[in-house]
């Protein structure tokens, strides 16, 4: 038992050197850390920490495997709930779910839960351990439309209990997300993601890349033609949002999403690529979310002086505090309770700075946050010659056009059961960002998951 108050600290990279590549910043446990961490864990008779996390792994279970030095035991425990571990372990916002719930929270710091489940999953990449299998054919057919994490968690499962799964996917590569948007480096691609979505592939599961579902084929095609029973749709959330203000068209104005899928999926910081990125001296990213922490930091390993302005104060930034923590290390400067109201454009048509106006918090909105309101006449000018919009994203209208029956609400999202992922059309599924909106990797894993048992039910005629 290690009766410290404090957890045993991570190692990273250095801030000042590693604002200048685009290596991992996170270093993670060695094995002497991982157990010291470990035995912190009071293996709670009725652990909250599971109560805070959205496919329930069995926490201090895993946790007692790693006090014992069993790590591919550790690594079963886990593989009995999620099927990217690697991922989660990384990005997941641990101090809202599990770790926000555990005991030893209350008068020092929580167990590093999501520390320790890197641990265990780097430990069984490196050691080319598989902790899950493949189940006997059952001679049905299930296609998965987009290759992010529900995609792929809800592909894994219905292997695992026998299914012929065919994931489509839009781009040239699977991974959604975590292979477009988050960095690589909060997010190693080659060493940490494109692994882990080999094991999925290993239970079976074709990943038919370079496929627009709505485009190349449609749902319908799939269930009449393609002779699929069943359709899960996990196309996530990628249409980007704008502000609609005066100069948001000009030359240097980026949606996050671009800027990030330049540089992640298309390498456009290596020297060697391809497809090329511009990068000012100073840059503005708009938004307040983890989507505007990675655009931030992304521009500043580029080179740039980077300003994040964000109409709230530091308390409401949505995005998790461990990304702020290393962006304000890295340099980011923070104009909080600030909002863009026009972009100057020069006689080229590129921008050239932004007028910011200056807010105040006034009562809580419907998301029971404080809502910013103007302080009448306190503008100012901020020179700047790159504005990265971060405001969030819907779900592309693509899918909802081509499929009939099909039922979205307001926001394009799609409408679907969260116990089972059942939509208004018979024989279709959905889950993660599509039904929600932005949201979190381990929400549209577990809704992935939720999905798959939903299929499994409704193909064996118990729903
Ligand atoms: C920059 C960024 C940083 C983030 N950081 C975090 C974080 O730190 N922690 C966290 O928990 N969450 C984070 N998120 C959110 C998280 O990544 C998403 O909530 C999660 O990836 C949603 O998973 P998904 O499977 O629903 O969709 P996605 O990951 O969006 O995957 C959808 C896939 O479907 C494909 N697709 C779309 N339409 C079609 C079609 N018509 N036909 C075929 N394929 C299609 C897309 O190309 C994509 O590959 C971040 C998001 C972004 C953008
Ligand atoms: S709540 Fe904290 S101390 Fe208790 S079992 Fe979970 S991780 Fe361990």
């Known amino acids: 038992?290690?009766?410290?108050?404090?957890?045993v600290p991570v190692r990273e990279q250095d801030a000042k050197v590693r604002a200048t590549n685009f290596d991992e910043v996170c270093l993670g446990y060695n094995d002497e850390e991982a157990v010291l961490e470990a035995e912190r864990c009071l293996n709670c008779k009725n652990p909250l920490c599971m109560k805070g996390c959205p496919v329930s792994i069995h926490i201090p279970d895993f946790i007692t495997k790693i006090k014992e030095k069993d790590i591919a035991g550790?690594?079963?425990v886990i593989a009995l709930s999620s099927a990217l571990p690697a991922v989660c372990g990384r990005v997941c916002p641990q101090e809202t779910q599990c770790e926000g719930k555990c005991v030893r929270g209350i008068k020092g710091?929580?167990?590093s839960i999501g520390k320790l489940e890197r641990y265990v999953a780097d430990w069984a990449r490196e050691h080319d351990y598989v902790a899950a299998k493949a189940g006997e054919p059952n001679g049905k057919k299930v296609a998965v439309i987009g290759s992010g994490p529900s995609g792929l968690t809800c592909a894994g499962d219905l292997a695992k209990l026998g299914y012929d799964v065919t994931i489509f996917e839009a781009f040239h590569q699977p991974g959604g997300v975590l292979v477009y948007g988050i960095p690589e480096f909060r997010l190693p691609k080659d060493r940490v993601v494109r692994p882990e979505i080999e094991n999925v592939k290993k239970l079976g599961v074709k990943i038919d890349t370079n496929v627009i579902v709505?485009?190349?084929?449609?749902?319908d095609d799939l269930l009449n033609d393609e002779g699929f029973d069943a359709v899960f749709v996990g196309s996530g959330a990628g249409l980007p949002r704008f502000m609609n203000i005066p100069g948001e068209s000009a030359n240097g104005v980026y949606s996050a999403n671009?800027?990030?899928?330049?540089?992640n999926l298309m390498k456009a910081f290596r020297e060697d690529a391809d497809t090329p990125i511009k990068v000012g001296k100073k840059v503005v990213v708009v938004g307040g979310g983890n989507v505007a922490m990675d655009a931030a930091r992304t521009a500043l390993r580029l080179g740039a002086e980077v300003h994040v302005v964000y109409r709230r104060s530091e308390e409401e930034l949505p995005a998790r505090v461990e990304e702020v923590h290393h962006a304000k290390e890295e340099g980011i400067i923070f104009d909080l309770l600030q909002n863009p109201v026009e972009i100057y454009v020069?006689?080229?048509?590129?921008?050239?700075?932004?007028?910011?106006?200056?807010?105040?918090?006034?009562?809580p909105d419907a998301s029971g946050r404080r809502r910013p309101e103007e302080i009448p006449g306190d503008v100012y000018?901020?020179?700047c010659d790159m504005v990265i919009m971060s405001l969030g994203t819907s779900p592309n209208p693509l899918i909802k056009q081509t499929t009939e029956g099909?039922?979205?609400?307001?926001?394009g999202c799609i409408i679907a059961k969260e116990e089972n992922g059942q939509t208004s059309k018979t024989a279709v599924f959905a889950g993660g960002d599509a039904v929600t909106g932005a949201a979190t990797v381990i929400l549209a894993m577990g809704a992935g998951k939720a999905a798959a048992k939903g299929i499994d039910d409704f193909l064996n005629g118990r729903a």
């Not at 709505?214 to 749902?219: D, Y």
């Not at 006689?347 to 106006?357: A, C, H, L, P, T």
């Not at 099909?406 to 926001?411: E, I, S």
């Open 1 to 7: 038992m290690n009766n410290s108050m404090t957890r």
């Open 406 to 411: 099909l039922d979205t609400n307001k926001h």
């Open 346 to 363: 020069d006689e080229n048509d590129w921008v050239k700075g932004m007028k910011i106006q200056r807010m105040k918090l006034g009562e």
């Open 381 to 383: 000018d901020l020179d």
């Open 214 to 219: 709505g485009r190349s084929l449609t749902i």
């Open 109 to 111: 710091e929580a167990v």
């Open 74 to 76: 550790a690594a079963d």
């Open 258 to 263: 671009e800027f990030l899928t330049r540089n």
